[in-house]
């Protein structure tokens, strides 16, 4: 009688289940990553290092860590808003405002991109009005942080949410009481609560405006005078140039693709300190 019973479970066991993900992390992911490394090393050191050393690829690396940094912080500053906003408060629209954060998401990036280079331009709506105050969005560094923002965004409100539904009003209250003033209480009550969640959501928009492509093509003018080349467009002109060079390309993106590995590091470390907090 007190032989254990088997749990059933609802998909096949355990041997089926394995050898479908390994096929199909295998195809989509560890192949593809595996070409690039086969590419790159068709090259010799030597001439890898003269390649990822030259300054139009230093300058791109620079603007792509920039820019995606500095997008990211303003998505942790406003993302932070948002998540509270949609958290805290009920209103209405609620819903369709809570929707729409998936749209970077849902729609292209070239659509994105498109958008916004019209939009941000001289003749657009926003670029006119930063015109008049000295500002130049599109074919700029400018504009290429406004796209990586609108990609980014959804990473840090979608990181907070989850940590702003469970951590409880009461903290906010007792703070009050014990005479904190508002400031106090964020700072010293809620901040801590959020930061690991936070700093998880800015990894993931830096790693993913590093390599961002799609939306900031248009928006960013690729002038290598102007400092506004992404590392994603230096990949495509070695791919889309009259001599196709796979090796150059590769070289680079496996450059680009040990950055978001250590990022990706960090973003789990982050979680599992996360974790620790929360079993406390």
């Not at 074919?139 to 923002?149: C, D, E, F, Q, T």
């Not at 959020?194 to 961002?212: D, H, Q, S, V």
């Not at 990949?235 to 680079?252: P, T, Y």
Request: proline share 4%; aromatic share 10%.
């Amino acid at each position: 009688m007190a032989k254990k019973q088997k749990s059933k479970r609802v998909l096949p066991g355990f041997g089926l289940t394995m050898g479908i993900s390994v096929a199909m992390f295998s195809l989509l992911i560890f192949i593809p990553l595996a070409s690039i490394l086969i590419y790159s090393f068709r090259m010799s050191f030597g001439e890898f290092l003269e390649l990822i050393t030259r300054s139009n690829v230093c300058q791109a690396f620079a603007t792509s860590i920039t820019c995606a940094f500095i997008a990211s912080v303003i998505n942790c500053i406003f993302g932070l808003i948002l998540a509270w906003v949609l958290v805290r408060y009920n209103f209405p629209g609620k819903r369709l405002m809570d929707g729409m954060i998936e749209l970077p998401f849902a729609i292209p990036t070239s659509v994105a991109g498109i958008t916004l280079s019209k939009m941000y331009s001289d003749q657009g709506f926003f670029g006119s009005l930063l015109e008049k105050v000295g500002i130049k969005a599109s074919y700029s560094k400018v504009g290429i942080v406004i796209a990586l923002v609108f990609v980014g965004i959804p990473f840090v409100v979608r990181a907070l949410q989850p940590v702003l539904e469970k951590l409880p009003e009461s903290y906010e209250e007792a703070s009050e009481i014990l005479g904190a003033s508002r400031f106090y209480t964020f700072r010293r009550v809620i901040l801590p609560e959020l930061t690991p969640a936070l700093l998880a959501g800015f990894g993931l928009a830096l790693a993913r405006g590093i390599g961002e492509y799609g939306s900031v093509i248009y928006i960013s003018g690729n002038s290598e005078r102007e400092g506004t080349q992404m590392v994603s467009y230096v990949i495509m002109q070695k791919l889309n140039s009259g001599r196709v060079d796979h090796e150059g390309a590769a070289a680079i993106a496996l450059v680009l693709l040990l950055i978001s590995f250590l990022l990706l590091f960090i973003v789990n470390m982050v979680q599992v300190i996360a974790g620790r907090r929360t079993k406390r």
